[in-house]
């Protein structure tokens, strides 16, 4: 009897046989994805992030744009119509048109707007300024918080920074010095009384401002009539129906003048408020965004790596019975794009969510009105397929190294990880050329960098150099990552081998897989480079500000003279006013050199406390004394000096002889051009009294300022016949301008480089969770070996601790050097600072995050028996 062929093991190579081998492939890769949804959350957590960061931003943006358009925009929504005068003739409405306009069929209302204002009487440089607003309605800018509105003559409502500052309240009363429409040159004083306190709009909170209606406000205008009327229509009434009405009116009383829709004002507010500053912001805020994904993109390469890797012996299985190596391919690809569109909609669910609630979360945590944002659908759909595309990106190199092997090698493999030491020589190659390339960027720019002061020179190619030569740097990084690491953990980890045996496992188990390790530690070191970059270019910019706040505000309060200058006796009685600190008087005089002038002072650095953030190119401040002298940078130039050498002033005689004791990398407190020693000062022909006087509030705070403030001026007017001859700056506003906007900007730039840091946790976490299945069999040995549960969780969060450590050092190593280089390159006299603080708490805090992020990993490994961790995996 003849034994039937047995079938043969090759699959159908017809056509017809090409769809159903398609679709079992995809359907075992799908259902095996679907079985452990566990899995697909962690190999997707990275891209969820990602998502979530990408459209919180977005959210983010919408929010800031909004709430700016709502804070600074001048025109509010229920404002229709705007009609403004013609710019050539430049004649206002007068109440006539106004009145004409109210009464035309289809305005609900009118309100002529009118600026006015002037120095409050006897205050000393303290200026409120007046705005026609109706108080209430869709015309009204402002909105009453405290008292009544005015509704009569001579009557205003603050707002709040008047209030606080100025000390009004309502049934107050305050005088201003307001210019004369008919006769600019001639002042006249008119006494208001407050009615209320008003809150008004972001732009109008920073000046102390008063408001009262358009007919109260109008006698007092800085021009005669309205130099714009807002107009609001009927309900149901047409915007070109009513815009004819109100031409036909405007060309009757005010010929030329302009008409525009609200909304048209409106969009030209809005380009203005979100351009500008706002807009280069945003932009930055993308080049942020864009490494987030990055390495996003890089964490879930190695976390698809490791899952395919685990799952070798099922894709031997497909590859023994016939499945083309492209059918594998194009199934692990498939599955990246479903963990991508999953992550992606859950991230952007998230982040939809957060930026809804951000509003009420601000008002009720720290009191801020923020708007509210709208539902970008399509950034929503962007933002989904951008994360499919990167997943999909992500999934093609470790899903061709997966499909590509042998069956009996991945039979053999059976869900083990090959720990390959040693690198391609092609990837070899190509990191030391990137390398190469990185650091000869570098060296050439360092010997090129400009000077303290120089601003002849190309600071756009600088910066671009700068950036080039560290994305050169981090790429180098990536392709020799798996080379560095046994080096710097041969240094890193000498410490956790003294803590004994769980210590010695940690480190064998990185430097056994030094390709997991530095796919791991290179996001790591992209978070830390990115962190301490920002870290040292704020300090920098820091020290910057600083110095430029003791150059052009050296003290709280400069108190210029009159012509007769400030005796020594009137000097000692600002010094032992209770409610100043560090008084100093000060002389100037302008001293010609060839066919330039440059101010001399007898300012002495040591009575400032600013004086320590004043930085010198050569030489000492301290070495100032007779017949010395401090030169400023401009100055030095022109004379080629430095410290140390000598020059000649033009004085009374032969001249004055004087040494350079320092030179400056730009100006001299006050914006001196040399400062000299008093008895230096009188041999060029200074006058005996003061020019004026530089004094510090004796306490901290906007209330100690206040009372130094007004014990100034209370100085002035007992020592001064005309107290309006002399001037008093409070020059304390622009520094804390100056520190307010380092603050924000440290913020702002933790904040976006944070992103990248909680990318790089995630990938932590997420590779110690694959890492300890894939380990089961080793994690089983130990055990059955003797080690015990917290040793091992003790191992694998040393483990964990170490990718902090390896990330840590090399992102320093490229962070901070760059930051310097990219600081100088953009600010020549920025000062080089290394806040070590800083980075020493980066350091051991991003440590000790990646060592907690393998806790609930590491708890999940130890719950298995020796026996049950010694048996089969798959």
Known sequence: MTRPTPPTTTPPTTPSATPSWRASVLGSQLAELLRRPGRLLTTGLSVLVAAFVVFATVMAQQITVHTTLDR??????????????????????????????????????????????GSIAGRFDRYLNLESDPGGGPLSRVRLVEGDYPDGAREIAVNRRAAEELELSPGSRTTLLLTDPQNPERLRK?????????????????????????????????????????????????????????????????????????????????????????????????????????????????????????????????????????????????????????SGSIGVLLALGAGHLAPSAARLLAGRELSAPGSPLSYAVLVVVGAVLVTVGAVLAPALSAAGVSPLQALRAAGTVPGERRIHPARLTVGILLGALAAGLAVLLALDLPQPGQQDYDRDFGM???????????????????????????VAGWPMRRLGTTGRLAVGGVGGAPRRAAAVSV???????????????????????????????????????????????????????????????????????????????????????????????????????????????????????????TFTLPARGNGLRLTVAATLPGDGPLQADVLVAPADLDRLGAPAHATGVLADAAGAGLAARGEAHRALETLIRTHVPDPDEAGLQVLAESRDNGREMVDTLLTTA???????????????????????????????????????????????????????????????????????????????????????????????????????????????TTHATPMTALGDTE
């Open 72 to 117: 600074f925009r001048g025109t509010p929504e229920g404002v229709g119509l705007v009609a403004t005068p013609d710019e050539d003739t430049g004649t206002n409405f007068d109440a006539a048109a106004l009145k004409r306009i109210r009464a035309l069929p289809g305005v609900a209302e009118a309100t002529g707007r009118v600026d006015a204002g």
């Open 190 to 342: 008119v006494t208001f009384t407050v009615t209320g306190v008003v809150k008004s709009t972001a732009t109008a909170e920073q000046q102390a401002g008063g408001y009262a209606t358009d007919a109260h406000l109008l006698p007092y205008g800085q021009s005669q009539g309205y130099p714009r009327v807002d107009i609001r229509a009927e309900d149901g009434v047409l915007a070109a129906e009513l815009s004819e009405r109100v031409r036909a009116v405007l060309d009757r009383t005010s010929p030329g003048a302009v008409l525009r829709s609200g909304s048209a004002v409106r969009a030209q507010e809005e380009r203005e408020a979100v351009g500008g500053d706002l807009a280069e912001i945003f932009r930055l805020i993308s080049v942020f965004l864009a490494v987030a994904v990055g390495a996003a993109a890089l964490v879930a390469t190695s976390t698809f790596r490791i899952v395919f890797a685990q799952r070798l012996r099922q894709l031997a299985l497909l590859r023994a019975i016939g499945a083309p190596q492209g059918r594998l391919v194009t199934a692990l690809a498939v599955e990246g794009a479903l963990v991508g569109a999953v």
């Open 464 to 490: 671009m150099a700068t950036v080039a030569s560290a994305g050169l740097a981090f790429l180098a990084l990536i392709a020799l990552g798996p080379v560095l690491v046994r080096p710097v953990l041969s």
């Open 523 to 645: 996001v790591v070191a992209l978070g830390v480079a990115l962190v301490s970059g920002a870290l040292v270019s704020v300090a920098c910019l820091n020290g910057y500000v600083e110095r430029d706040a003791a150059v052009t505000a050296p003290a709280d309060f400069n108190v210029s003279a009159d012509a007769k200058g400030w005796d020594a006796a009137t000097v000692r009685q600002f010094a032992v006013s209770r409610e100043l600190a560090h008084v100093t008087g000060y002389r100037t005089l302008t001293v010609t050199l060839g066919d330039r002038e440059f101010d001399a002072y007898d300012l002495d650095p040591d009575a400032l406390p600013t004086a320590k953030d004043i930085d010198t190119v050569t030489g000492s401040l301290g070495a100032l004394g007779p017949g010395s002298a401090v030169l400023g940078s401009d100055l030095a130039e022109t004379l080629g000096v430095r410290a140390g050498d």
């Open 750 to 860: 933790l904040g976006l480089v944070a992103l990248t840091v909680l990318i790089a946790v995630v990938g932590v976490t997420t590779t110690t969770s694959l890492t300890a299945i894939e380990r089961t069999r080793e994690f089983g040995l130990l055990r059955a070996l003797g080690l015990g549960g917290g040793a091992l969780r003790r191992t694998i969060t040393l483990e964990a601790g170490l990718y902090g450590v390896l990330g840590g050092v090399l992102g320093l190593a490229l962070g901070v050097p760059y930051a310097w280089l990219l600081v100088r390159n953009t600010l020549s006299e920025a000062p080089l600072r290394l806040p070590a603080t800083h980075l020493l708490l980066l350091f051991t805090g991003l440590t000790t995050l990646t060592a907690l992020a393998a806790l609930l990993p590491a708890r999940h």
